[in-house]
Structure formats: C-alpha cells, structure tokens
C-alpha cells in the first residue's frame, strides 16, 4: 500500500503525456461522467480519451481547489475559461512555487471542462 502515491503520480504522469498526444493507449470504459464519444466533443477534439478526460479531472480537482471551491463548467463561457485557465494556471503555480500546472496541464483542464458542458460561445448559435 505504500507505493500507492507514486503510483497514482505516474498514472496522472502517462494522462498528461497522452493529452499531449505522446501516447495513445485506449482507455478501458468506465463510468465517466460525460459522454466521450459525443460527435460534437469528437470533431472539437479528436480522438479524446477517457484516459485525457481523468488527467484533466484530476489536476483540476487537486490544483484548482486549493484557493477557492471548484466553479462548475456551466458557470463560464468558452471564450472565458479559455482566458481564465492560464491566469489561473499561473496563480497555482505561484502558490505552488513550481510548475503544477504546465501548458499541457492547462490544455487538459480546458478538455476536461469542455467535456462537463462550458457554455458555449454565443455565435455559435447564430446561423
Ligand atoms: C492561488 C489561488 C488560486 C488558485 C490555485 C486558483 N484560483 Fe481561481 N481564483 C482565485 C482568485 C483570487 C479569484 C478571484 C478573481 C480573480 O482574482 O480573478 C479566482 C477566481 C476564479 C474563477 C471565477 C472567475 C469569474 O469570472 O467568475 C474561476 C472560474 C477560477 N478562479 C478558476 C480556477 C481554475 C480553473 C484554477 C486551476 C487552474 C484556479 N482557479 C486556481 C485564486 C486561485
């Protein structure tokens, strides 16, 4: 059981790298909380795995509640989170005094958002 952590690290490890499109592995279906193989989320992001979809959830979840509650993906707008993300990036590593959210890690945390339902922009309604 002690070597559970850094267990946990390098699966968090080998999400980052697959969302930088390193690696490919297929994820094994589980129960997610969204639908990944939505077409829409599909043509926005191709080949989204459920393996991305975690390692966006996690760093998220661990690194975006450190100074306030998480703000569900419904709250901002496309465009917002799109400006927020890295502002906030920033902050959480200030505070971290370290890189806990890397360019990577930001892109993660935006699918992973993506994924939960941010609103979309509004010109995407007006056709
Ligand atoms: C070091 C502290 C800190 C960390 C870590 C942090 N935030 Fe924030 N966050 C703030 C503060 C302070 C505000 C208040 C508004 C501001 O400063 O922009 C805020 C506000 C927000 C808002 C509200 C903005 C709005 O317009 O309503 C969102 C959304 C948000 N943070 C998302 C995140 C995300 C995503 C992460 C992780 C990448 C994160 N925060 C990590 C400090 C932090």
């Given at each position: 059981?002690k070597?559970?952590?850094?267990?946990?690290?390098i699966?968090?490890?080998a999400?980052?790298?697959?969302?930088?499109g390193?690696?490919?592995?297929?994820?094994?279906?589980t129960?997610?909380a969204?639908?990944?193989?939505?077409?829409h989320?599909?043509?926005k992001?191709p080949?989204?795995?459920l393996?991305?979809?975690?390692?966006?959830?996690?760093?998220?979840?661990t690194q975006c509640?450190?100074?306030?509650t998480?703000?569900?993906a419904?709250?901002?707008l496309e465009n917002?989170?799109?400006?927020i993300?890295?502002?906030m990036?920033?902050?959480a590593?200030?505070?971290?005094?370290?890189?806990?959210v890397t360019?990577?890690?930001?892109?993660?945390?935006?699918?992973?958002?993506?994924?939960?339902?941010?609103?979309?922009?509004?010109?995407?309604?007006?056709?």
């Amino acid at each position: 059981m002690k070597a559970l952590p850094s267990l946990l690290i390098i699966a968090s490890t080998a999400g980052l790298l697959s969302a930088c499109g390193l690696l490919g592995p297929k994820a094994p279906e589980t129960t997610a909380a969204t639908n990944l193989s939505d077409s829409h989320l599909q043509s926005k992001f191709p080949g989204y795995t459920l393996t991305e979809y975690q390692a966006g959830e996690a760093l998220y979840q661990t690194q975006c509640s450190r100074c306030h509650t998480l703000h569900p993906a419904t709250r901002l707008l496309e465009n917002e989170w799109a400006l927020i993300i890295p502002e906030m990036a920033s902050k959480a590593n200030r505070k971290a005094g370290g890189e806990v959210v890397t360019a990577a890690g930001q892109q993660a945390i935006f699918r992973y958002l993506y994924a939960q339902g941010m609103a979309v922009v509004a010109d995407e309604h007006s056709h």
